[in-house]
């Protein structure tokens, strides 16, 4: 398996752009987690999908981000309009069943200039 | 979730054994013991994880305390591509809770 797939694995946009950012996990995962990373506040956990649905989306920042998962095999996160302070690296990772091992991308690194 | 104490950074010298230590004296009987690393400009990677007894993998082993209140990775022989930093990470069983990374252990292995 080519493990967890991220595109793009840079961004750069300007402020007020929208961007979507793209994560195939493992096949067979069932679990899909979308994580952001930065200095400040190290890895921070956005969202977390079973089975394709939604479950937890407490991390997400505000409004102006939102991800879905259409199906078993493609997630996005997009962020809408993009600000400066969201420049950071994306990591989406996949686990067979949530609490088993997680399996991350690697990565996409963001910047909003 | 319940908290880890892992020290900041630690040294090692190439092909030498590494002890890296967790506190986590806040631990339920359920939690289970997680271990991750994350190589430089690389996404985290899982190394081990346990629940009471010891455990060995290919890449590591992890001893856990009698009490659960703490536990160490061993790298057995360090490798200059072991240097990354380190996550102790309790998870609770039964698909319960998620990964909370916190600040981890850096880990310099010199030649």
């Known amino acids: 398996d080519a493990g967890v797939i991220q595109s793009p694995r840079h961004e750069v946009t300007e402020m007020g752009q929208e961007v979507t950012l793209r994560c195939k996990p493992i096949?067979?995962?069932?679990?899909l987690f979308w994580y952001r990373q930065t200095m400040m506040r190290g890895l921070e956990l956005l969202i977390y999908?079973?089975?394709?649905?939604?479950?937890?989306d407490s991390g997400m920042p505000e409004d102006r981000f939102s991800a879905k998962m259409p199906n078993a095999s493609f997630s996005t996160l997009k962020i809408q309009p993009s600000e400066p302070r969201d420049s950071a690296v994306y990591f989406c990772?996949?686990?067979?069943?949530?609490?088993?091992?997680?399996?991350f991308g690697p990565g996409t690194r963001l910047t909003v200039t | 979730d319940a908290k880890t104490t892992q020290p900041n950074s630690m040294e090692s010298n190439e092909e030498e054994p590494v002890h890296l230590p967790c506190n986590h004296s806040t631990i339920s009987g359920t939690d289970y013991i997680h271990w991750y690393r994350q190589l430089p400009s690389q996404g985290p990677e899982y190394v081990i994880h346990?629940?009471?007894s010891n455990v060995n993998n290919r890449m590591a082993s992890l001893a856990i305390a009698e009490d659960r209140k703490s536990s160490t990775l061993i790298l057995h022989r360090a490798t200059l591509r072991d240097a990354a930093v380190y996550y102790c990470?309790?998870?609770?069983?039964?698909?319960?809770?998620?990964?909370?990374f916190g600040k981890g252990t850096k880990l310099s292995v010199k030649p």
């Open positions: 346990g629940l009471t």
């Open positions: 990470i309790l998870l609770g069983g039964g698909s319960q809770g998620n990964l909370i």
């Open positions: 096949s067979g995962h069932n679990s």
């Open positions: 990772a996949s686990s067979f069943v949530r609490g088993y091992e997680q399996y």
């Open positions: 999908f079973n089975n394709n649905v939604p479950i937890d």
